[in-house]
């Protein structure tokens, strides 16, 4: 087994770390959020242009 922090080899002193350091990594990383899963980012790509979302530009002339 192999600590999930650095993948190094597990220290049964620390299970499932390899250390107290990457078990403290760990309790950080419980109580800051950082398991959470982020909220993906908008990609402005995927969102239309202005003049597309603009019903003016669409009349007809
Ligand atoms: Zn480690």
Redesign the pocket.
Known sequence: MT?P??S?ETDAKYRP???RR?ADVDLGRWLTGSYAIPAEPVDPDDLPAASEADPAARRPQ
Request: aromatic share 12%.
């Open positions: 600590c922090i650095c190094k770390f390899c250390s990457c």
